[in-house]
């Protein structure tokens, strides 16, 4: 008994790292953005409200009857062209990105073409955006598309070229099929660089979302910091502004979970 309990000793250590690790983790974040909120609130102690509101300024316009209601409001209609659009970029880019990245002869066909799309600055085309699709929900959606795009197929093409010949000569060996290779060896080796391209892209069309409504019609979120400026209300801009980083913090933070959670035989915490 005493030899079994010894030898639990170990497993149980073990086991407790992780816990240990992703609590250890949680608070240097929770530090990072309490020394990130001190700093600002610092800063801005040495210029006036108009030119940069401290934190404290920006959490009370915020709580101001009425503003939080509009704020939250403006987010869930802004969020609705930001998910059809990168939900079209998905679509196009993870099955293009696979498609490219396992043949290397259409790879090195449209590689140039890539590139030089990709060096594109995205608010380029908006002037063609207006043409083409207007000034409301399908311009914002287009642009959100075009600004997640290019990053997402970038990514999955290096995943998909990343897979190594030896798993599928084997899976060859055993008599797979090019479908079954494809769905048991390629998307899962192919995985890790899918997530990676959904915190990438995520990103991007957040920054798309503002940017449509900044350059498009001034609605929802975009309507909030263009009426905010021209009142010179820089604390309500900033509002709109810090959310907009909380929205991509709560994405980044989702998107990991859910790797640590389908990716655990890739994901692992430092020793």
């Keep these: 008994m005493a030899q079994q309990r010894a030898a639990a000793l170990p497993r149980a250590a073990a086991a407790s790292r992780p816990v240990g690790r992703a609590r250890n983790t949680r608070l240097l974040q929770a530090a990072s953005l309490l020394a990130g909120?001190?700093?600002?609130?610092?800063?801005?102690?040495?210029?006036?409200?108009?030119?940069?509101?401290?934190?404290?300024?920006?959490?009370?316009?915020?709580?101001?009857?009425?503003?939080?209601?509009?704020?939250?409001?403006?987010?869930?209609?802004?969020?609705?062209?930001?998910?059809?659009?990168?939900?079209?970029?998905?679509a196009a880019a993870i099955p293009?990105?696979?498609?490219?990245?396992?043949?290397?002869?259409?790879?090195?066909?449209?590689?140039?073409?890539?590139?030089?799309f990709y060096a594109i600055?995205?608010?380029?085309?908006?002037p063609f955006l207006i043409i083409w699709f207007g000034l409301f929900f399908e311009a914002r959606v287009a642009l959100v598309f075009m600004m997640s795009f290019p990053d997402v197929l970038?990514?999955?093409?290096?995943?998909?070229?990343?897979?190594?010949?030896?798993l599928i000569d084997a899976g060859l060996s055993f008599g797979a099929s090019n479908r079954?290779?494809?769905?048991?060896?390629?998307?899962?080796?192919?995985?890790?660089?899918?997530?990676?391209?959904?915190?990438?892209?995520?990103?991007?069309?957040?920054?798309?979302?503002?940017?449509?409504?900044?350059?498009?019609?001034a609605v929802n979120l975009g309507k909030i910091m263009k009426n905010s400026a021209e009142r010179f209300d820089t604390a309500g801009a900033l509002a709109v502004v810090v959310l907009v980083c909380l929205l991509g913090l709560a994405a980044q933070s989702l998107?990991?979970?859910?790797?640590?959670?389908?990716?655990?035989?890739?994901?692992?915490?430092?020793a």
């Design 121 to 126: 600055p995205p608010v380029a085309f908006v």
């Design 255 to 270: 998107l990991r979970f859910l790797e640590s959670r389908l990716l655990g035989w890739y994901v692992r915490d430092a």
């Design 180 to 217: 079954q290779v494809l769905r048991l060896i390629v998307l899962p080796a192919t995985m890790p660089f899918i997530f990676a391209s959904l915190r990438v892209g995520a990103a991007r069309a957040i920054n798309g979302m503002i940017t449509a409504e900044l350059f498009f019609a």
């Design 37 to 90: 909120l001190m700093l600002w609130e610092a800063v801005a102690s040495q210029f006036s409200h108009f030119i940069l509101p401290a934190p404290s300024a920006v959490i009370h316009r915020v709580l101001q009857p009425g503003f939080a209601g509009t704020l939250f409001l403006a987010l869930a209609h802004a969020l609705q062209h930001m998910a059809l659009g990168f939900a079209l970029t998905l």
């Design 96 to 116: 293009l990105g696979i498609l490219i990245g396992r043949s290397p002869r259409l790879n090195a066909a449209v590689d140039p073409v890539i590139n030089a």
């Design 154 to 166: 970038v990514v999955v093409i290096a995943g998909a070229r990343d897979v190594r010949r030896q």
